[in-house]
């Protein structure tokens, strides 16, 4: 049998947030965060990476969508709450999202930012 997890404090999970993502925000019971896209092309990326990594990690948010955004919402439904599943998942999907190659230094330029057609995220 296993232990139900227990949900987090919403002043606990605010702090998190706001020392670690602070572009995501607790509403509702839920930890949201609204990605703005270039395009179709770019959000359907954007939701196939958060599919890819939601099921990876075997955690599940729910999205809304449309042409140029995707708004994730993450809560663990067995804790009726936040918890640390919730947090983990989030910060993979920033970091993966708002990868951008071209300021690293590596050898990987990342999508042209002076042309529309290659046009992806709209980074904040």
């Known amino acids: 049998m296993t232990t139900r997890e ?3 404090e919403p002043a606990e999970v605010e702090s998190w947030l706001k020392a670690n993502l602070p572009h ?3 509403e509702d ?3 949201r965060r609204t990605y703005k896209t270039a ?3 770019g959000t359907l990326m954007v939701v196939n990476t958060v599919g890819h990594l939601a099921e990876a990690a075997w955690h599940h948010p729910d999205m809304t969508l449309s042409y140029a955004w995707v708004e994730v919402r993450l809560m663990t439904h067995s804790a009726k709450g ?3 599943k919730d ?3 989030a910060k993979k999907i920033e970091d993966v ?3 951008q190659p071209g300021k690293e230094e590596n050898e990987l330029e990342g999508t042209p930012g ?3 057609r290659f046009a992806y995220v709209k980074y904040d």
Do not use: E, F, N, R
């Open 97 to 99: 999202v708002h990868w």
């Open 24 to 26: 995501w925000k607790l």
């Open 6 to 8: 227990k949900a987090m």
């Open 82 to 84: 936040i918890t640390g």
């Open 87 to 89: 947090l983990a998942l």
């Open 29 to 31: 019971g839920w930890i």
């Open 114 to 116: 002076s042309d529309m």
């Open 39 to 41: 395009s179709w092309k």
